[in-house]
């Protein structure tokens, strides 16, 4: 993903640390705001990945850690759950001043909760998306349960929480505790997205079921069947953010599309060594995503340099014979194309023990289900032998690079 890192003063004052998302062709339809869960921060694998198929869907996202969490600044024991919210409303600030005004916001556990909540405040949103959300934040004390009487009868107490101590005042506790979430909800009049696991056993799935009854229409409901309350399965997150982002376009307004900021046909982007071979397409304007398998290093995110390549002949040749047969008006029902690509020694090469005489081969059946003669079939296996592809791959290519 094409990112920017930066930097957003929080509700109290202090530096927050953040990152913008970009489609691979820098011209986002639409900005989204993505809050994690509690004490989580923006680098979860999970939350990386459901901005990777939100991106691959034309959004940029904003993503940023909370008041003293992950790489922003202050102390996470002055904040609470207000904070949160606050903050939100400042990464949204951040969003209108130097780009565009965020239209959505996602929320993955308490963040779920605090996006419930922030998009009342927010004039510009349209549509919220929850993930693994509790309907009230105090759920979340169930965490701290061991230090509750110490925090009250002190005021504070380190507790642990996913492995880690942190520091908790009275003042979190007694602020969770005074937000009512669910009235929250049944006043909202945004767009609802509701995602959560039957199998969550951090935030039971009641919580959804609650959130969903009150909340006004249009709400829908996806359940990631078998996913914990973490996405620690890379599909789950993946899923996710890609019907989130599939969702969403029915609630949110796209401007026109613009051409790409290139004077290329594509576009394509590869980021850094963490995100190890995916890279993201604009190809006339449409998003794609490319990758290598798991077995050489990829993420498998997306096909092969070469199956894009074996699918623009595929492609081209159900199309050209498409052409043909409405332009004859032949009576065919299906086109289907078959293609393998693969590099061996040709049997005609006069050198066939040096590398060089490899040849790259693409082995291409076609099945056409219609009520034709074999007289029409023989010659729309002539004319697939004309596609355009087909006649470039087997011409002379020159490529020129320069850098610019």
């Not at 005042?169 to 039957?198: A, G, M, T």
């Not at 690509?341 to 291409?364: A, L, P, V």
């Not at 289900?369 to 006649?391: F, M, S, T, Y």
Request: hydrophobic share 35%; aromatic share 6%; glycine share 6%.
């Amino acid at each position: 993903m094409k990112k920017e890192k930066i930097n957003f003063e929080g509700s109290l004052g202090d530096q927050l640390s953040a990152e913008i998302h970009f489609p691979a062709d820098d011209l986002p339809h639409n900005y989204v705001i993505f809050a994690h869960c509690f004490t989580c921060n923006k680098n979860l694998i999970a939350v990386q990945n459901i901005i990777l198929g939100m991106t691959k869907k034309g959004f940029a996202v904003l993503s940023f850690d909370f008041t003293g969490l992950g790489q922003s600044e202050g102390d996470f024991s002055d904040t609470n759950f207000s904070s949160n919210i606050e903050d939100l409303i400042k990464a949204s600030e951040y969003l209108e001043k130097n780009h565009k005004a965020a239209t959505m916001l996602v929320g993955h556990s308490l963040g779920g909760a605090a996006v419930l909540m922030a998009a009342s405040k927010i004039d510009s949103i349209s549509a919220v998306a929850t993930i693994g959300a509790p309907s009230q934040p105090d759920h979340v004390l169930h965490l701290i349960e061991d230090g509750k009487e110490k925090i009250k009868k002190n005021g504070e107490a380190e507790v642990n929480i996913g492995g880690r101590p942190f520091k908790i005042k009275k003042q979190f506790l007694d602020d969770l505790q005074s937000k009512d979430n669910l009235k929250k909800i049944k006043d909202l009049r945004k767009s609802i997205l509701i995602l959560h696991s039957p199998q969550d056993q951090t935030v039971e799935i009641s919580n959804a079921a609650a959130i969903y009854e009150k909340a006004h229409h249009p709400k829908s409901f996806i359940s990631l069947d078998g996913a914990d309350h973490l996405l620690g399965n890379k599909k789950d997150s993946l899923y996710a953010g890609e019907v989130i982002a599939t969702w969403a376009n029915r609630y949110v307004e796209k401007p026109k599309q613009n051409k790409i900021s290139t004077k290329s046909q594509t576009v394509a982007f590869i980021g850094n060594k963490d995100q190890k071979y995916t890279t993201q397409i604009v190809a006339e304007g449409h998003h794609l995503v490319a990758d290598e398998p798991e077995e050489v290093g990829g993420n498998n995110f997306g096909t092969s340099p070469y199956g894009l390549l074996t699918a623009a002949l595929a492609s081209c040749t159900a199309i050209t014979l498409r052409m043909y047969a409405n332009r004859k008006k032949w009576d065919v029902d299906e086109i289907l194309v078959h293609v393998d690509q693969d590099q061996r020694y040709d049997k005609d090469s006069e050198d066939c023990e040096s590398e060089n005489s490899k040849i790259t081969f693409f082995d291409r059946s076609i099945e056409i289900k219609g009520d034709l003669d074999e007289k029409q079939r023989k010659r729309l296996i002539e004319i697939a032998n004309k596609c355009p592809v087909h006649k470039t791959l087997e011409s002379k290519i020159k490529i020129e690079t320069e850098e610019k």
